[in-house]
């Protein structure tokens, strides 16, 4: 028996006061996509089996580099994480696994973590590495960088702090390892390219070594920050370098926020699906650089043109295609709970919208150099407020039709703030 978070009567109560309402405005949508030729209850299936994976750095207040801000009733370590993120789960029913971050979630045993999970009905995702900071009573400083560190020695430190990172994801059943370095250089002449480039891929080689048969490794690219001139890891052609250098298990990660700004991501999307390297994304959105907002809070546009490539992909069977899909978000000055609801919310907005456009028409004037209409067509489809699909998912899988509303309602927050002490530091939450 899954434990629940939050009382079902609340969420009943409240879904109780929207149904009306939502079953006429379902019924609308219906009976206009069905004009269309399109089943509304065939893309709300869809929808409802579109998940997400939670963040655990995400659950804590995040910060910039000049503060952070705690809210209230702060989870205290990775058990208190994993509460939050079951009820994101409960509310939306879009998130059933956790990414956790090594370090900051290391316990004793990982056989907690399993077991937590298992209780709160959530599973884990892609494990993540940190070699960008030094833990307590680490030997060698990643000052100077980590897998591509000068120093034999701090590079070997950083690989095996990676096959820890697996071996603690083989324990609570992850299949993935994300790796992000903060290798990089903040001036001309510091590091040489070609060398830092060369001693990465060794260090990833040995890595991969290490990774289970049935484990895939995802490498993040970021292109500054926090090295401000170069960076090792920094675009996505340098990216599928390094996937198909190390095999067949090695797969490029889309950190939305990574790129530079105006970058077409959704091309780079298509190109890795086609030369099949795609392993998954990091959401968040961004207005200037990394900054990790909310998912379709600035660009929601953006994140649509994304799925509507995977879409299209999904929709021709692309091979190799199994992208794992990953929040990864700082919230600064919402309750994170909140925002990571409605960010799970955007992202599934923005893949229902994408399977309403007609492709088989966009195809047609794409062949006959229609511009304006194939334009019309993603318009047609992105235009649509898909809202009641989104909320009869939920509802259907006995989730919350207004989750936010159903979360405040609830107490959740002031709950368990009684039991959760204000920290002042704690790890920040941007990577
Ligand atoms: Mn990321």
Redesign the pocket.
Known sequence: MTEQRIAEAIISAENEKRMSALRADYDALGAKLARDGIDIDAVTGQVAQFFVAVPSWGVGTGGTRFARFPGTGEPRNIFDKLDDCAVIHQLTRATPTVSLHIPWDKVDDPRRLKAHGDALGLGFDAMNSNTFSDAPGQEKSYKFGSLSHTDAATRRQAIEHNIECIEIGQAIGSKALTV?IGDGSNFPGQTNFTRSFERYLDSMKAIYKQLPDDWRIFS?HKMYEPAFYSTVVQDWGTNYLIATELGDKAYCLV?LG?HAPNVNIEMIVARLIQFKKLGGF?FNDSKYGDDDLDAGAIDPHRLFLVFNELVDAEHRRAENFHPAHMI?QSHNVTDPIESLIRSANEIRRAYAQALLVNRKALEGYQDDNDALMASETLKTAYRTDVEPILATARLQAGGAIDPIAAYRASGYRQNVSKERPAVVGGSGGI?
């Open positions: 992000w993040e950190d990574h990091h990864d990577v």
